[in-house]
T-cell receptor, first 120, second 116 residues
Framework: GAGVSQSPSNKVTEKGKDVELRCDPI?????LYWYRQSLGQGLEFLIY????????KSGLPSDRFSAERTGGSVSTLTIQRTQQEDSAVYLC??????????????????FGEGSWLTVV | AQKITQTQPGMFVQEKEAVTLDCTYD???????LFWYKQPSSGEMIFLIY??????QNATEGRYSLNFQKARKSANLVISASQLGDSAMYFC?????????????FGSGTQLTVLP
């Protein structure tokens, strides 16, 4: 597709269950990001993948959160034993990996429409 | 210290007027990029405009322009001729470093309401 695609768009789950959120980045984009946005809040960085490099996991809030990116394309964010505080919108984004030459195209990070997670 | 500061939690502007949304940033990197995103109530994050730290001219994209003052470390977004559809949350963000597309750090956002 033309944009970043995320699924499911909405997910309601019971506390303690595991959930998987999927992200399909823009074709050709080597960088992929996961962010979390709680209601009325800004975006919180979770994890970043760049090509075959080791991912930057510095934003993952606990060991219940993990993510993988298979074949350098699709990514899955997994939340184990969900808690009510995990309720948020999970946003995926992707970008090219170009040096900064003052051109917006190579540096722009495009977001998907998010996966709204509600833990009850 | 906050890397991105947006001091206006909410702003109002009359339709057809111009409005400036403030953003200041903090970095020790010489090379960085500054972004503005719009998030309407539907939740999608829409890219508006980008300014590279080495860009000599202020970025412009249609009705959006970025007032980049490097010495003051500010990157204010100016929206000219506001429209009702501009009502949304606006986020300023920064990417530090070059050679790799590192993570974006976001500000807390400004809720803009355009009045008819």
């Amino acid at each position: 597709g033309a944009g970043v695609s995320q699924s499911p768009s909405n997910k309601v789950t019971e506390k303690g269950k595991d959930v998987e959120l999927r992200c399909d980045p823009i074709s050709g984009h080597t960088a992929l990001y996961w962010y979390r946005q709680s209601l009325g809040q800004g975006l919180e960085f979770l994890i970043y993948f760049q090509g075959n490099s080791a991912p930057d996991k510095s934003g993952l809030p606990s060991d219940r959160f993990s993510a993988e990116r298979t074949g350098g394309s699709v990514s899955t964010l997994t939340i184990q034993r969900t808690q009510q505080e995990d309720s948020a919108v999970y946003l995926c984004a992707s970008s090219l990996n170009n040096r900064d030459r003052g051109r917006a195209t190579g540096n722009t990070i495009y977001f998907g429409e998010g996966s709204w997670l509600t833990v009850v | 210290a906050q890397k991105i500061t947006q001091t206006q939690p909410g702003m109002f502007v009359q339709e057809k007027e111009a409005v400036t949304l403030d953003c200041t940033y903090d970095t020790s990197d010489q090379s960085y990029g500054l972004f503005w995103y719009k998030q309407p109530s539907s939740g999608e994050m829409i890219f508006l405009i980008y300014q590279g730290s080495y860009d000599e001219q202020n970025a412009t994209e249609g009705r959006y322009s970025l007032n980049f003052q490097k010495a003051r470390k500010s990157a204010n977004l100016v929206i000219s001729a506001s429209q009702l559809g501009d009502s949304a949350m606006y986020f300023c963000a920064m990417r530090e470093g070059t050679g790799s597309a590192r993570q974006l750090t976001f500000g807390s956002g400004t809720q803009l309401t355009v009045l008819p």
